[in-house]
Each structure stands twice: as structure tokens, then as C-alpha cells.
């Protein structure tokens, strides 16, 4: 079973940054892509962003366009969500996700995602 390694997270103030990232320790092909998604307590878990080896491509939520960049680290296969002007409905379990969805419409779709990192806890205070 593969799994993906996360790093990042933590306690921050509102307006500050951070960056998460996670590895997979594997080699893409195809249509890959690797995605955050987060849940916090009491909600659905909610898509945050996707990168598409293919293209490459990538894909926000809506609540965080314009704050999150999702990139690729070119020398192995790991994602870097860089988090700027964090809020407090930040809050969340963070999980990082790798798999191969079938088309670009399915990046925001968990189902099409294979593999799960434990997640990583990022608290925003206000």
C-alpha cells in the first residue's frame, strides 16, 4: 500500500501563512494528480485544490481561490499548498490525496483519489 507523507500544519494566527506538502512515494503516469481536501468538525469534507501531472493543471475551491497555490516539486513527485492570508474557517483536517481521475472535471472529486495521507491539522485563530 502506498503512503503519501504530509508535512506542514499547525497553529497560526489569521492573516499569517503556511505551506503544507506531501509526498508520493511512487512514480506518476498518465492522468495523475494529487489533491488537498480538509473537513472540519461537524462538516462534509471539502475539496481545496488538485494538480494534474498532464498539462499540468490545477484546480481550487472556491473558498480559497486566490489565497492557496498548489504546485509540483520537479525533482520527485510531491505538492506544495502554500496557504496565504489564512482565516479562521480554515480551520480544518487537512488530507492530501493521490490517484488518477478519470477526466479533469473528476480533480474535485475524493471518490477518484486512491490514496490518503492521515491528514494534518491546520488551526487559524482569530
Known amino acids: 500500500q502506498v503512503q503519501l507523507v504530509e508535512s506542514g500544519g499547525g497553529l497560526v494566527q489569521a492573516g499569517d501563512s503556511l505551506r503544507l506538502s506531501c509526498a508520493f512515494p511512487?512514480?506518476?503516469?498518465?492522468?495523475?494528480?494529487m489533491g488537498w481536501f480538509r473537513q472540519a468538525p461537524g462538516k462534509d469534507r471539502e475539496f481545496v485544490a488538485a494538480f494534474r501531472w498532464r498539462g499540468p493543471m490545477t484546480c481550487y475551491g472556491d473558498s480559497v481561490k486566490g489565497r492557496y497555490t498548489i504546485s509540483r516539486d520537479n525533482d520527485k513527485p510531491t505538492v506544495l499548498l502554500q496557504m496565504n492570508n489564512l482565516k479562521s474557517e480554515d480551520t480544518a483536517v487537512y488530507s492530501c490525496?493521490?490517484?488518477?481521475?478519470?477526466?479533469?472535471?473528476?480533480?474535485?472529486?475524493?471518490?477518484?483519489?486512491?490514496?490518503w495521507g492521515q491528514g494534518t491539522q491546520v488551526t487559524v485563530s482569530s
Open positions: 511512487g512514480r506518476p503516469f498518465g492522468e495523475f494528480a
Open positions: 490525496a493521490a490517484g488518477w481521475p478519470a477526466g479533469t472535471t473528476r480533480v474535485t472529486a475524493s471518490s477518484e483519489y486512491i490514496e
